[in-house]
């Protein structure tokens, strides 16, 4: 018979003083610079002609094997964590790029500068190759250190009807958010 963890195992381990995680695999993006980066992976606003960027995970082969994407390919979209590397300090406040210059509390934004930066995504999923994921819709850097990917799950992962705080409120004074390329941006 196996033998039971403890039923006490919560208190039996101190709380950890830090975390060591290390990169899967590294984003292949057409952007090379923040300026131009989309801020999401979708845009709320987009005019017709805009095409979301293809980009492309690598994972290390030493790190993952190919097994470990196996059931991945019925997925349309998933969930990209990542290590924003360029961000090397946070304020607790920020001003938002786009609507009333508001200082907002840092953790109720998507801002890139975190005490740990780290982001996710939410790029749609084309093709699976060995250990390339093709994605469409990204907002990540050229050599951004993927974390982990998770398969997105519309059940458990969309809120649709979910209150958005301050979000709400500026939704119908947005103009068009795209990327500065727009249909003239780089590839790979």
Same mark, same amino acid.
């Given at each position: 018979?196996?033998?039971?963890?403890?039923?006490?195992?919560?208190?039996?381990?101190?709380?950890?003083?830090?975390?060591?995680?290390?990169?899967?695999?590294?984003?292949?993006?057409?952007?090379?610079?923040?300026?131009?980066?989309?801020?999401?992976a979708?845009?709320? &606003? #987009? /005019?017709?002609?805009?095409? %979301?960027?293809?980009?492309?995970?690598?994972?290390?082969?030493? *790190?993952?094997?190919? =097994?470990?994407?196996?059931?991945?390919?019925?997925?349309?979209?998933?969930?990209?964590?990542?290590?924003?590397?360029?961000?090397?300090?946070?304020?607790?406040?920020?001003?938002?790029?786009?609507?009333?210059?508001?200082?907002?509390?840092?953790?109720?934004? &998507? #801002? /890139?500068?975190?005490?740990? %930066?780290?982001?996710?995504?939410?790029p749609?999923?084309?093709? *699976?190759?060995?250990? =390339?994921?093709?994605?469409?819709?990204?907002?990540?850097?050229?050599?951004?250190?993927?974390?982990?990917?998770?398969?997105?799950?519309?059940?458990?992962?969309?809120?649709?009807?979910?209150?958005?705080?301050?979000?709400?409120?500026?939704?119908?004074?947005?103009?068009y958010?795209?990327?500065?390329?727009?249909?003239?941006?780089?590839?790979?």
């Open positions: 018979m196996p033998k039971l963890p403890p039923k006490d195992y919560i208190q039996a381990v101190s709380f950890p003083d830090g975390i060591t995680l290390h990169p899967i695999g590294v984003i292949h993006s057409p952007y090379k610079e923040r300026h131009g980066t989309p801020r999401q979708e845009l709320q &606003r #987009a /005019p017709s002609y805009y095409q %979301p960027a293809i980009a492309q995970i690598e994972l290390f082969p030493n *790190i993952i094997p190919p =097994i470990a994407l196996k059931d991945m390919d019925g997925f349309e979209r998933i969930w990209v964590i990542s290590w924003l590397h360029l961000n090397k300090h946070w304020n607790p406040t920020v001003i938002l790029p786009r609507g009333p210059r508001i200082r907002r509390g840092t953790l109720a934004t &998507r #801002a /890139p500068h975190r005490p740990n %930066p780290i982001g996710i995504s939410a749609k999923l084309i093709k *699976i190759e060995g250990l =390339i994921l093709h994605i469409q819709g990204i907002d990540l850097l050229d050599q951004t250190p993927v974390l982990d990917i998770k398969p997105y799950v519309t059940y458990c992962d969309s809120f649709p009807n979910a209150k958005c705080g301050y979000v709400n409120e500026m939704e119908n004074a947005q103009e958010e795209i990327d500065i390329f727009g249909k003239d941006r780089p590839t790979l």
